[in-house]
């Protein structure tokens, strides 16, 4: 602050010394002191609130940079979002659209190989289904309500095989169904 050497405050000290006398000095650098020190005090409040105001306003700078940058990542993030959901939504359309296709491709083949099976095949197919329905009924129906005597069944049928078409009556009887 001030560049005072020792010898100077020294040639001041005697000045002083002549001039207010040895009876008044030290309640004169006393008071001197007191001013001195409250002059200082004030001198670093008074920084210290420069400091604090030039911090706050770098702070402020940056609080609105960090605020602007986090506003550009959010509508980048939702941008990309929206990007991503009409790219799966597209997908989306296409497995349906191919899934539909693959649906058509197969009734159409499974037509084609219905309509172009062979006449001895279709015919060892249609009583493949009939054994099937009449199976089919026999496992559909509670083993008390069924008789040897009302059931129509051909006598080489699995059932009949496995002993179940004649002791239907009885709670170990339950019909297996065919795998």
């Known amino acids: 602050m001030l560049d005072i050497g020792f010898s100077e405050l020294m ?4 000045v002083a010394l002549i001039v207010l006398g040895p009876e008044r000095l030290p309640r004169v650098a006393r008071t001197a002191g007191h001013l001195l020190g409250r002059f200082q005090r004030y001198v ?17 700078k940056i609080h609105a940079s960090v605020e602007d ?21 597209s997908v989306e359309a296409e497995v349906n659209r191919a899934g539909e296709e693959i649906s058509r491709a ?3 083949l499974t037509q084609s190989v219905s309509s172009m099976s062979m006449p001895h095949m279709g015919a060892e197919r249609q009583q493949a289904d009939a054994e099937a329905a009449a ?7 509670p083993s008390g ?3 040897s005597a009302s059931c129509d069944v051909d006598e080489s049928s699995p059932q009949l095989e496995l002993g179940l078409g004649q002791d239907s009556h009885s709670a170990a009887a339950e019909p297996a169904k065919p795998s």
């Open 135 to 141: 199976d089919g009924a026999l496992l559909a129906a």
């Open 44 to 60: 670093t409040e008074v920084k210290a609130d420069i400091n604090r105001e030039i911090e706050l306003s770098e702070l402020k």
């Open 11 to 14: 040639v001041i000290g005697v």
């Open 145 to 147: 309500d069924v008789d």
């Open 69 to 89: 940058a986090a506003r550009s990542i959010e509508s980048t993030v939702k941008s990309e979002i929206q990007q991503a959901e009409q790219e799966l939504r």
């Open 106 to 108: 197969h009734a159409e």
